[in-house]
């Protein structure tokens, strides 16, 4: 099976907001919660970058491997999933993640937060696919249709991939020898644990 992954190629990315506001229509995604957001580094200075960023579906999730009540799991296609009945509300997640994924309705101390949030790679949760249970819980069950995450589809610039880690780490590697040059794939070392040689 494919191993699913994200790619932002800040060489690329216009801080359009594209991917936030795809993510946050297709899941009804609460007001508070952001799945994806944009950041933008060294703001109005020389060598600023803006990149996309949520959950990377890393190879070996340290938001798991910190959750006392083991409410993530890791599909067949590598996506890091997790249960809302499952999970608690302690925050361990939040603190574990680089990528500052994790998300929470509201602001309070062990338990009082709510149930955690973060982006599924469009694949839902773990409820029947198709559901109204998994769509009111997780969103859209994109891959379950054959659809990619709809963030990468929206990026107007292709700054944003998702798929199979194989044919995005390629492309990418062509965009890199055609331009001459490139600012690194984003977040693929810390998420996946490999580099991306061109």
């Given at each position: 099976m494919a191993r699913m992954k994200f790619?932002?190629?800040?060489?690329?990315?216009?801080?359009?907001?594209?991917?936030?506001?795809?993510?946050?229509?297709?899941?009804?995604?609460?007001?508070?919660?952001?799945?994806?957001?944009?950041?933008?580094?060294?703001?109005?200075?020389?060598?600023?970058?803006?990149?996309?960023?949520?959950?990377?579906?890393?190879?070996?999730?340290?938001?798991?491997?910190?959750?006392?009540?083991?409410?993530?799991?890791?599909?067949?296609?590598?996506?890091?999933?997790?249960?809302?009945?499952?999970?608690?509300?302690?925050?361990?997640?939040?603190?574990?993640?680089?990528?500052?994924?994790?998300?929470?309705?509201k602001v309070g101390n062990f338990g009082s937060r709510g149930k955690m949030d973060k982006c599924t790679f469009c694949a839902g949760g773990p409820e029947a696919d198709g559901s109204k249970e998994e769509y009111e819980k997780y969103g859209a069950n994109r891959l379950a249709e054959g659809k990619l995450p709809l963030c990468a589809e929206m990026c107007s610039t292709k700054s944003l991939l998702a798929g199979d880690g194989e044919i995005i780490a390629q492309i990418y590697k062509e965009r890199v020898m055609k331009r001459g040059y490139g600012s690194g794939a984003w977040g693929w070392k810390t998420a996946y644990r490999e580099t991306i040689e061109s």
């Amino acid at each position: 099976m494919a191993r699913m992954k994200f790619l932002c190629d800040a060489d690329r990315c216009i801080e359009c907001n594209a991917c936030v506001t795809a993510c946050k229509n297709e899941h009804e995604v609460p007001w508070g919660i952001n799945r994806r957001r944009v950041v933008t580094i060294n703001d109005g200075k020389p060598g600023e970058r803006s990149i996309s960023m949520a959950c990377m579906h890393c190879t070996d999730a340290p938001c798991a491997a910190v959750c006392p009540v083991n409410c993530f799991y890791t599909t067949a296609d590598a996506v890091v999933l997790h249960s809302k009945d499952l999970c608690i509300g302690c925050g361990y997640c939040f603190y574990a993640c680089p990528f500052g994924a994790p998300q929470y309705p509201k602001v309070g101390n062990f338990g009082s937060r709510g149930k955690m949030d973060k982006c599924t790679f469009c694949a839902g949760g773990p409820e029947a696919d198709g559901s109204k249970e998994e769509y009111e819980k997780y969103g859209a069950n994109r891959l379950a249709e054959g659809k990619l995450p709809l963030c990468a589809e929206m990026c107007s610039t292709k700054s944003l991939l998702a798929g199979d880690g194989e044919i995005i780490a390629q492309i990418y590697k062509e965009r890199v020898m055609k331009r001459g040059y490139g600012s690194g794939a984003w977040g693929w070392k810390t998420a996946y644990r490999e580099t991306i040689e061109s």
